[in-house]
């Protein structure tokens, strides 16, 4: 599985911006997946998860409200909707995917990692 992040970009404090992941090389419609982000001199963090039915989806606190994790499985994409953006959301955001289907905020249970997408939030 080959995932390819899109969609980052510079924003003002306060507003959206909408996050693509595309997979190719299978179809993901039951894998779990995973969207991470890394700030300057920090450690990657987790940011929200879908399990592989999409019925399960959860948010790390600093984003639960703001974010919104989504998936079309029809064209192989997860989406992550990100609303009232803030400052400290400037980031690398990363998503990722694993065969395994229950949603899951650990980094290492995910095998499939894209190469990122910059987000700037300007205040």
């Known amino acids: 599985v080959q995932l390819q992040a899109s969609g980052g970009g510079l924003v003002q404090a306060g507003g959206s911006l909408r996050l693509s992941c595309a997979a190719s090389?299978?179809?993901?419609?039951?894998?779990?997946m995973g969207w991470f982000r890394q700030a300057p001199g920090k450690e990657r963090e987790f940011v929200a998860a879908m399990s592989g039915s999409g019925s399960s989806t959860f948010y790390a606190d600093s984003v639960n409200g703001r974010f919104t994790i989504s998936r079309d499985n029809a064209k192989s994409t997860v989406y992550l909707q990100m609303n009232s953006l803030k400052p400290e959301d400037t980031a690398v955001y990363y998503c990722a995917a694993d065969i395994r289907g229950w949603s899951t905020s650990r980094a290492y249970e995910y095998h499939y990692w894209g190469q990122g997408t910059e987000v700037t939030v300007s205040s």
């Open positions: 090389g299978r179809t993901i419609s039951s894998y779990r």
